[in-house]
């Protein structure tokens, strides 16, 4: 039997901000549900990997031994495969069902997009098993239908994504940096709990479609970030490190605020949440540095329910083992 194994790159968001709804193009235009961000996006090198095989039946299975996630239709690697095998019939019909396996090293529920990069390693990797030959555009498209970070992870890199986060412009990558990562075990948010809660507390201020919305746009565009990843300041670019969902998911968790100002006292580039948390992340310059933090913060809080990783920034996206 064929299969492909494919790493699967987790990210981390190093800009998040929430400009207001977003809504579908065209005349008809009307609310999406979603937001309209703005945000820088980094794939670093904490990886799932996930194998891809022709299992020689109709069915699609996906096996991952992590108690939180799903085996069944609703893990999005398992939607990936059948959005597939929706859009090329034929294909599914030649070539048989697939297996599935997500080996977990990405934690669950992290705000580090696990999910959405299982579902990409599964576009790439149906795109090879199936012989389609799909371009990046082309994966890109499908992974939009699947959620918003997908396009990203199927890249990955350092990225400015905007609209509901799918539509990219690549950033000169940036590499030769180090990331310290912490996460309580036992804490997980739901992104759609958090952009709910956001838009409960917010969405009286969010900008009109507009003028308003296109010259914020314009201002984060030619703005400190971009000019300090465009010359590569990781000083600079931590200093400048934002994430609107901090300001629902820390008032809802004392213990990530707690998180973040222990990683505060270190002296890091620069620390915050990732996405819809509850990771918090620290910047280093080196990996000594990284290794500095990571110890001061586990002496500082000192809990067993506490997970460390250091990671490096990562210029690919999906990529295939050989
Ligand atoms: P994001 O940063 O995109 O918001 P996240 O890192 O916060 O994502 P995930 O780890 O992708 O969150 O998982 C969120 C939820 O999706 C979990 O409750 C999990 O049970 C479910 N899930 C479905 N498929 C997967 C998968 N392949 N990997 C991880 N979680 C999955």
């Not at 620069?270 to 002496?299: H, N």
């Amino acid at each position: 039997m064929r299969s492909y194994s494919l790493l699967a790159p987790a990210k981390i968001n190093l800009y998040l901000e929430i400009l207001g709804d977003h809504v579908t193009g065209g005349e008809d235009s009307r609310p999406s549900g979603f937001h309209e961000m703005v945000m820088v996006l980094q794939s670093i090198s904490l990886t799932d990997r996930v194998d891809v095989r022709a299992s020689g039946t109709d069915l699609i299975r996906v096996y991952c031994s992590h108690p939180q996630v799903p085996n069944d239709a609703s893990n999005l690697a398992y939607r990936a495969a059948a959005l597939m095998s929706k859009q090329f019939p034929d294909k599914f019909a030649r070539y048989g069902g697939v297996d599935i396996t997500i080996h977990k090293q990405i934690p669950v529920g992290a705000g580090l997009a696990g999910g959405s990069s299982n579902a990409a390693a599964v576009l790439v990797g149906l795109d090879l098993l199936w012989e389609l030959g799909l371009t990046r555009d082309e994966l890109q498209d499908l992974g939009a239908v699947l959620g918003s970070d997908v396009p990203f992870c199927i890249a990955g890199g350092t990225a400015l994504a905007t609209g509901r986060g799918e539509q990219l412009d690549a950033l000169p990558a940036l590499t030769d940096r180090y990331v310290v990562l912490a996460k309580y075990r036992s804490l997980s948010v739901s992104t759609a709990w958090a952009y709910q809660t956001y838009r409960q507390q917010f969405g009286a201020s969010y900008l009109r479609r507009g003028s308003d919305l296109e010259q914020r746009q314009q201002q984060i565009h030619s703005g400190a970030m971009m000019a300090a990843i465009a010359q590569r300041d990781a000083t600079k670019m931590g200093q400048l490190l934002r994430n609107d969902l901090e300001k629902v998911v820390l008032p809802a968790h004392p213990q990530v605020v707690q998180l973040r100002e222990a990683f505060q006292q270190t002296n890091p580039l620069g620390t915050m949440m990732s996405g819809s948390g509850p990771t918090v992340f620290a910047l280093a310059e080196s990996q000594t540095q990284a290794e500095d933090i990571q110890a001061r913060v586990k002496a500082a809080i000192a809990n067993p329910d506490l997970e460390f990783w250091i990671a490096t920034f990562n210029p690919f996206g999906i990529r295939i083992v050989e």
